[in-house]
């Protein structure tokens, strides 16, 4: 009874990829969307992270919606989902089957997805990285103004609290930029190795802490000491 309540529907849906995801290799996410406040939040989907898993992060971090929206899929009514929305009195409700456009979530999702495949194409982005890529365009969308909520953020309708965008600002998708190494050898190593900024680190170090892609590893690390590389990189703006 302690759970922080939020007073709003959710609507939520799986997204499939046909390449494996760096940093783990999973080919689906579940997307949830706000139907009120018009946020958008994705999860990835791996087979140790199920629907419950997603659920309960997307709960641990804005609270408890009224209800939870979804298609008629069969994992949807499993019986550990429906009996943790049971425990946190979160009513479910599902469209009918063969009937998907019931699920209003449906046109924002056409949307969403045809601006992550916009930003992965003026990029050049490798296709293993559409989960950060899909995650990051949801961090900035969360903190536009929106002129369907009379200028306001979705970040702020949803959470109370103005969103921060100063680490919009300070680096754009896949921008090259040096970051510190950890580990290394004195004096043999260099103490910065060149990778790709992939989306903000919410959950680790300060606000300005970054995802870096190390092309030289394939994996994705959450740096704060960074600077911009001396790669030229042109300026992209979003379509209106």
Same mark, same amino acid.
């Given at each position: ?115 992550? +495949?916009?930003?992965? =194409? %003026?990029?050049?982005?490798? /296709? ?8 990051? *365009? ?79 590893? +394939?994996?994705?690390? =959450? %740096?704060?000491?960074?600077? /911009? ?8 703006? *979003?379509?209106?």
């Amino acid at each position: 009874m302690n759970i922080y309540r939020w007073d709003e529907d959710v609507s939520m849906d799986e997204m499939f990829s046909g390449v494996p995801a760096i940093d783990g290799g999973f080919k689906s996410a579940m997307v949830f969307f706000g139907r009120k406040s018009h946020i958008m939040y994705a999860e990835e989907m791996t087979r140790s992270k199920r629907l419950l898993q997603c659920l309960q992060n997307l709960i641990t971090k804005y609270g408890a919606p009224s209800r939870i929206i979804a298609d008629h899929a069969g994992y949807h009514e499993s019986f550990q989902v429906l009996s943790y929305l049971r425990m946190l009195w979160i009513r479910m409700w599902f469209s009918e089957a063969y009937y998907h456009h019931q699920n209003l979530f449906e046109r924002k999702w056409q949307t969403f997805k045809r601006l992550v +495949n916009w930003l992965m =194409d %003026r990029t050049n982005t490798p /296709p293993k990285l559409w989960f950060p890529c899909l995650a990051c *365009l949801a961090f900035v969308m969360n903190r536009l103004s929106d002129s369907t909520l009379q200028g306001r953020q979705p970040i702020h309708v949803a959470a109370g609290a103005v969103g921060d965008i100063s680490p919009i600002l300070a680096f754009r998708w896949l921008q090259p930029v040096h970051f510190k190494v950890n580990d290394l050898s004195f004096p043999k190593d260099s103490p910065e190795e060149l990778g790709h900024t992939v989306g903000i680190a919410e959950n680790v170090g300060h606000s300005m802490t970054c995802k870096v892609w190390n092309k030289k590893t +394939n994996r994705i690390v =959450d %740096r704060s000491a960074i600077r /911009p590389a001396a790669v030229s990189y042109t300026h992209l703006t *979003l379509p209106t």
